[in-house]
């Protein structure tokens, strides 16, 4: 009867064994496998040279599996320094028990979420102490909402409108992958035409209110597309282009998301023959022709060209 139980605590420590073996294969790296793969492969190969190539291989897996847990750690530890330095600062012990939930978090990067969420809070809270001055107050808060202060007025007349949206980048790091992307906003009176232009960006605009149209103007010919709340279209850069509001009453309303192609995060409109005079496109159109797009007569007939 002992021997039947040795031999089945003999059998149960194999089959353990067995297993832990079959996980470990099971869990090992591609790369260490491939390696390990290519020297039993390798033609031309004795035995000796073979387990010396398994060795290396072995060897470099572990040489760079310490790499990668040691840049784990550092980034960890530049983590672990931040959040020190948010917790003894005086001005920041309001958070601080929002910090402590966020170090009993797994992973690093769950703790850096965690950590800017506790921030942004701090940030919005009301009767905050004012630090620093206005710009950098102005950037505080929700890195991702944006309010009339942050755009631009480029172009403003009577018959409308352009605004550009700062930076990304300006209103916070978190947006960096932003950083090439602008926006711009056209306001548009009623019966408004806006003179042909092109830019050194494409861009894909937006219908937010009324309705229009756009014209394309290629080498041989010009396509014109009518243009409702809702629309969206898109224009390569370097395309010259017109636009009018067609509507009587309400305004026309378009965002443009724009990404410039020759100098990253900026761009520039660039006007036709006429340059800055846009009285001078008209004499690329018949009156009777702008006289039925815009719905009036010639002596009311009013052109601007903005810088979107």
Known sequence: MAVKVRLSLAVLVFSLLALCVGIAKANKDPELKVCEHQCKEQLGYDEREVEKCLRDCTEE????????????????????????????????????????????????????????????????????????????????????????????????????????????????????????????????????????????????LFVAKGRGAITLIHEEDKQTFNLERGDVFGVPAGTTFYMVNKDENEKLRVAKILWPVNLPGNFKAFHGAGGEDAESFFRAFSWELLEAALKTDRGTVTTRSPDP
């Open 61 to 204: 897996h572990f040489r760079r599996k310490e790499e990668r847990e040691r840049e784990t750690r550092g980034t960890e530890e530049e983590d672990d320094d931040e959040w020190r330095s948010f917790m003894v600062d005086p001005a920041k012990k309001k958070p601080g028990q929002c910090l402590e939930e966020c170090q009993r978090q797994e992973g690093g990067k769950q703790k850096s979420l965690c950590r800017l969420r506790c921030q942004e809070k701090y940030e919005r809270e009301p009767g905050r102490e004012e630090e620093g001055n206005m710009e950098e107050k102005e950037e505080a808060g929700n890195p991702y909402v944006f309010e009339d202060r942050h755009l631009k007025s480029e172009v403003e007349t009577e018959h409308g409108r352009v605004r550009v949206l700062q930076k990304f980048t300006k209103k916070s790091k978190l947006l960096r992958g932003l950083e090439n992307i602008r926006v711009a906003i056209i306001e548009a009176n009623p019966q408004t035409f806006i003179a042909p232009t092109h830019l050194d960006a494409g861009f894909v």
